[in-house]
């Protein structure tokens, strides 16, 4: 089975400022996905950024960029230039190659500060 | 293109009682997806359908099931209601779901049990 853990319940960060949101994850699986997801007071979820294991380049989108670290399980998404839209809750998520499902972490609540 | 729907928005139900919630997918899509998410658990992983067969299943009783129909919509239903069913149940869409292609997720339907 497949877990997935963000450590940091809450965050806050200045507008225009870089945050790092952490995230790891276990799993025994050597093909997998890895996503960030937003869910802003809306409650929709959108897909912020998304990482294949079998690449070594980490993923950008934007003002997005994800440092994975694949042998530590680690899986962290910066911030760049924090706009007061970002504020939400971040989902770090996890699936294996044919699994059909997400497995998510209990996610961190971002606000972003004028 | 009109995104993920889900019907209704907001939903009290009595404990005992049974409930059905709606999804319809983007068009096109076919592979649907439903997460249950509560403060505690956060978001857990109910079923996936694709061409309205069940290709995965989350661990939960027997007292929540689903279906999809013939154009892609998919309907959830839990019967005899209990407290801790009360949650944000979430609906996923994509393309065919394999792990390079994007869910969208809709806005959700909050049941509240009593």
């Known amino acids: 089975a497949q877990t997935v853990t963000q450590s940091q319940p809450e965050m806050s960060v200045q507008d225009a400022e870089t945050v790092t949101l952490s995230c790891t994850y276990d799993?025994?699986?050597?093909?997998?996905?890895l996503f960030w997801y937003k869910q802003p007071p809306s409650r929709q979820m959108i897909l912020v950024i998304r990482?294949?294991?079998?690449?070594?380049q980490n993923a950008t989108e934007n003002r997005f960029s994800v440092n994975f670290q694949k042998a530590a399980k680690s899986f962290s998404l910066k911030i760049s230039d924090s706009q007061l839209g970002d504020t939400a809750m971040y989902f770090c998520a996890f699936t294996a190659a044919g699994s059909y499902q997400l497995t998510f972490g209990k996610g961190t609540k971002l606000s972003v500060i004028p | 293109k009109a995104g993920v729907t889900q019907t209704p928005r907001y939903l009290i139900k009595t404990r005992g009682q049974q409930v059905t919630l709606s999804c319809s997918p983007i068009s096109g899509h076919r592979s649907v997806s439903w997460y249950q998410q509560t403060p505690g658990q956060g978001l857990q992983f109910l079923f996936e359908y694709f061409s309205e067969t069940q290709r995965n299943k989350g661990n939960f009783p027997g007292r929540f099931s689903g279906r999809q129909f013939s154009n892609s919509r998919s309907e959830m239903n839990v019967s005899t209601l209990e407290l801790g069913d009360s949650a944000l149940y979430l609906c996923a869409s994509s393309l065919m779901w394999t792990e390079n292609t994007e869910a969208f997720f809709g806005q959700g339907t909050r049941l509240t049990v009593v």
């Open positions: 990482q294949e294991a079998y690449k070594q």
């Open positions: 799993t025994s699986e050597n093909n997998y996905y």
